[in-house]
T-cell receptor, first 119, second 114 residues
Framework: GAVVSQHPSRVICKSGTSVKIECRSL??????MFWYRQFPKKSLMLMAT?????????EQGVEKDKFLINHASLTLSTLTVTSAHPEDSSFYIC???????????????FGPGTRLTVL | AQSVTQPDIHITVSEGASLELRCNYS??????LFWYVQSPGQGLQLLLK??????LVQGIKGFEAEFKRSQSSFNLRKPSVHWSDAAEYFC????????????FGKGTTLSVSS
């Protein structure tokens, strides 16, 4: 249980264009999802918390107008990188919060990640 | 401030040898602790987690971790490493005990030699 998918797994785009990344919880509903960014050989940096039906909460230093997050359903959150630039190239990972029947607390389950390259 | 330290950036272990990856945390209350593994180009897979109770936690793929409050540590162990265990390992602490505020260590890269 608790499978999270991301699409696409890899995307290359031109500078100035926008890119949408989807994060889906496949076998559970998630009212809360998270978007992380990971630089090479670095840990994960939380960008924002996505809550179904409400506005996302962004971490300090993350531009909300550049990284648009929409969590329109209990199984889907999207991250749109607007007017992408080469410095936005990175590995973006989402996670979804779930409480499995075998557990007694919420745990984040991660998607496989999306490699974004902006030329 | 809450933090997670993984002192070893890179470890190489011979296949079949035992493994211990270190993790130290700084957190005022009882921590919720996690170990995740990331294969190249992949997302993170949960290996195991500690919330309370028995301080020795069993996880998937033959991994276990021991919570030691006195040492503020949550080290990951495996008695016999397989070549497929080569990956990046992240320790994380949940700072609000609700799963919504994970702080990750910088990771330890595990290489397995034959």
């Amino acid at each position: 249980g608790a499978v999270v998918s991301q699409h696409p797994s890899r995307v290359i785009c031109k500078s100035g264009t926008s890119v949408k990344i989807e994060c889906r919880s496949l076998d559970f509903q998630a009212t809360t999802m998270f978007w992380y960014r990971q630089f090479p050989k670095k840990s994960l940096m939380l960008m924002a918390t996505s809550n179904e039906g409400s506005k996302a909460t962004y971490e300090q230093g993350v531009e909300k107008d550049k990284f648009l997050i929409n969590h329109a359903s209990l199984t889907l959150s999207t991250l749109t990188v607007t007017s992408a630039h080469p410095e936005d190239s990175s590995f973006y990972i989402c996670s979804a919060l779930a409480r499995l029947t075998s557990g007694n607390t919420d745990t984040q389950y991660f998607g496989p990640g999306t490699r974004l390259t902006v030329l | 401030a809450q933090s997670v330290t993984q002192p070893d950036i890179h470890i190489t272990v011979s296949e079949g040898a035992s493994l211990e990856l270190r993790c130290n945390y700084s957190y005022g209350a009882t921590p919720y602790l996690f170990w995740y593994v990331q294969s190249p180009g992949q997302g993170l897979q949960l290996l195991l987690k500690y919330f309370s109770g028995d301080t020795l936690v069993q996880g998937i793929k033959g991994f276990e971790a021991e919570f030691k409050r006195s040492q503020s540590s949550f080290n990951l162990r495996k008695p016999s490493v397989h070549w497929s265990d080569a990956a990046e390992y992240f320790c994380a602490v949940d700072t609000n005990q609700a799963g919504t505020a994970l702080i990750f260590g910088k990771g330890t890269t595990l290489s397995v030699s034959s």
